[in-house]
C-alpha cells in the first residue's frame, strides 16, 4: 500500500485487519482493539485511561482518550527480546513499516509512565535499541522493514538494501532517535540502551549532518522514483535545486516523505540544533566522548548561526517570520506544512519559545490564508499538506496548534474541531475534508492518534476547565 495515498470514505473505519463490532444502539461503541488481540498491554497505561475517563466530563472526550491513547500499544508495535537485549519494530499503522519519525512520535507520550512501569520501560528501551540499528544500516533511510524482506520501492534509483522500505533522506529521520534517547534517559534514568551500537549510530548520525551541510560537492545521496506524483523524487538528477553551501543542513524531503522545493528545509534544521545540544551531553556523561560532544556543539552553533543569518526573512504583511525553506541564494517559501516539525511546531520541540516574536508573526502567518494549504471550510478549518488533496486538514496540525497554543479560546476550537471531525470512527486520521469529515485519507494511523492522546492529558493536568466545559 502506498504511503498516505487512499482516501477512507465510510463513516465507520477499521484498524487494519482488526473488524470491530459496532453498536447502532450506542452512542460511543466499543472500537478499541479487543484484550485478546492488542500488541502490548501496559499496566500504567491502563490505569491512566482509567482515571481519564472518571475525570473528563465530556464523555465523547473520554471515548476518545481511552481509543486513541494506547492505539500504538495496542495495534502497532512488536516487542521481544533478542540476544538479552529488548527489541521493539513499530509500524504506522496502515503501512507495515518502521519509520524513524512515526516510531518516534508514536511511544513519546508513554515516557512519563515508564519511570514506574518496567514493561513499558523495556518496549521504549527496545524502540531505542531497534532505531539505532537501522541507522547503521543506513542513515539515508526514512523507514526500515523488520527484516532484510524488500519493499515495494525496491527499484527506486537510490543505494536501496533489503532492510530498507524507503530511502528518502529527511533531516528529522534522524534527530527523531535523538529526542526519544534524551527524554527516555531523562525520564527513567536507565543508560541500558545506550550501548556500542548506540554510539556508533549516533556519530554517524553527526557525520551525515556534516556531510549534508554540501560544503565538499554534493555527497553520496541521491534519490529517483518512477511516480505521477512530482513531489516523489527531488530534481536535477536526485540531489535536489542547487544551494548555497551556508552551514545549514540539506533535506531532499520533508517529513510528509514529499520532496522538498529548497533544500534547507527551516524547522527541520533547528530541530538538528535541539537533538545536537541533546546529543552533546550525552556524548560527555553517558560516553566521556569529548570528540563526539565538541563536534555536536560545534555543529549545532553552525546551523542556528546560519539559521539566524538565512531563515528569519521579511514577509511582506507579518513582518518578521521563519521561512518554510530556504537555499541559502536569498530565495525563500512562504508556507507550512502540517507535518512536524512544522513552523507551527517549534516550540513543542524546544526549537524557539511561544513568545519569540519571529514565532508568533509565523504562526499569524501559517495560520491565515498566507499559507497556500491553510483551509477553512464548514467543518474545521487548520493547516493541511500538499502531501495529501486540496482542502483536506490534518489532525496532527491541529493537535499541534492546540499543543503549542497559550490561548484558551483556540484551545478550545482546536478540542471542537478534533471532537466533531473523526467521522464517527473514535480515532484520528492523516487527514479529512474541510467540508465533509466522512471523506479522510487513513483510518489507522498511530502516531495521530497517540499526539491526541497526548494533548487531552496535558489538558488535564495543565487546563483541566477546558476539558469540563
Known amino acids: ?34 484484550k485478546s488481540k492488542r500488541k502490548f498491554t501496559s499496566a500504567s497505561v491502563e490505569k491512566l485511561i482509567a482515571s481519564m475517563k472518571t475525570n473528563l466530563r465530556n464523555p465523547e472526550l ?37 519509520w524513524l519519525r512515526d516510531s518516534t512520535a508514536q511511544v513519546m507520550p508513554y515516557l512519563t509512565l515508564a519511570k514506574q512501569d518496567l514493561q ?8 531505542i535499541n531497534r532505531q539505532a540499528k537501522c541507522i547503521r544500516i543506513d542513515p539515508y533511510a526514512n523507514a526500515f522493514n523488520k527484516g532484510a524482506t524488500g519493499s515495494e520501492w525496491k527499484n527506486d534509483l537510490t543505494e536501496m538494501k533489503p532492510e530498507l522500505h524507503e530511502r528518502k533522506w529527511e533531516i528529522d529521520s534522524l534527530c527523531y532517535p535523538i529526542r526519544l534517547s534524551y527524554h527516555y534517559w531523562k525520564q527513567t534514568k536507565d543508560v541500558s540502551p545506550f550501548d556500542q551500537n548506540w554510539h556508533e549510530a549516533m556519530k554517524l548520525v553527526v557525520e551525515t549532518f556534516r556531510v549534508q551541510q554540501r560544503k565538499n560537492g554534493k555527497g553520496p545521496y541521491s534519490f529517483m522514483r518512477s511516480s505521477p506524483r512530482s513531489i516523489d523524487t527531488p530534481p536535477l538528477d536526485g540531489y535536489g535545486f542547487p544551494i548555497k553551501p551556508v552551514g545549514l543542513i540539506a533535506s531532499m524531503f520533508r517529513p510528509s516523505d514529499d520532496a522538498t522545493v529548497f533544500p534547507f528545509l527551516v524547522p527541520s534544521n533547528y530541530f538538528a540544533v535541539v537533538s545536537l545540544r541533546q546529543l552533546s551531553e550525552m556524548a560527555t556523561q553517558l560516553f566521556k566522548d569529548k570528540e ?42 512562504y508556507m507550512d506544512d502540517a507535518n512536524a516539525p512544522s513552523l507551527l511546531s517549534m516550540p513543542y520541540f524546544g526549537s524557539c519559545a511561544v513568545d519569540d516574536p519571529v514565532y508568533v508573526n509565523t504562526r499569524r502567518m501559517i495560520l491565515s490564508p498566507s499559507n497556500p494549504y491553510y483551509y477553512e ?18 489532525h496532527i496540525g491541529l493537535i499541534m496548534q492546540a499543543l503549542t497554543s497559550v490561548d484558551d479560546n483556540e484551545i478550545r476550537q482546536c478540542l471542537h474541531i478534533l471532537k466533531t471531525t473523526h467521522a464517527g470512527t473514535g480515532f484520528m486520521h492523516e487527514s479529512f475534508h474541510k467540508d465533509d469529515p466522512k471523506k479522510f485519507t ?17 489538558i488535564q493536568r495543565e487546563k483541566p476547565h477546558l476539558l469540563a466545559e
Open 292 to 333: 563526539l560532544q565538541l563536534d555536536c556543539i560545534e555543529l549545532a552553533s553552525e546551523v542556528e548561526s546560519a539559521l539566524k543569518k538565512y531563515a528569519i526573512v521579511d514577509h511582506p504583511d507579518f513582518g518578521k517570520v521563519f521561512a518554510y525553506e530556504v537555499d541559502g541564494f536569498g530565495n525563500r517559501l
Open 62 to 98: 473520554a471515548w476518545l482518550f481511552e481509543n486513541c491513547f494506547p492505539n500504538t500499544l495496542d495495534t502497532t508495535v512488536d516487542f521481544s527480546i533478542k540476544n538479552n537485549k529488548p527489541d521493539t519494530f513499530v509500524i504506522t499503522g496502515d503501512i507495515h513499516a518502521m
Open 1 to 34: 500500500m502506498k504511503r498516505r495515498h487512499f482516501l477512507q470514505t465510510s463513516a465507520l473505519a477499521t484498524l487494519g485487519a482488526y473488524l470491530i463490532d459496532f453498536l447502532p444502539s450506542d452512542q460511543f461503541p466499543v472500537v478499541r482493539v479487543p
Open 120 to 127: 513499558l520501560r523495556k518496549l521504549l528501551a527496545g524502540v
Open 442 to 458: 487513513r483510518s489507522w494511523f498511530a502516531w495521530a492518534n497517540t499526539l491526541f492522546g497526548e494533548l487531552i492529558w496535558k
Open 377 to 394: 471550510g464548514k467543518a474545521a478549518k487548520g493547516i493541511g499538506a500538499p502531501h495529501t488533496p486540496e482542502n483536506y486538514i490534518w
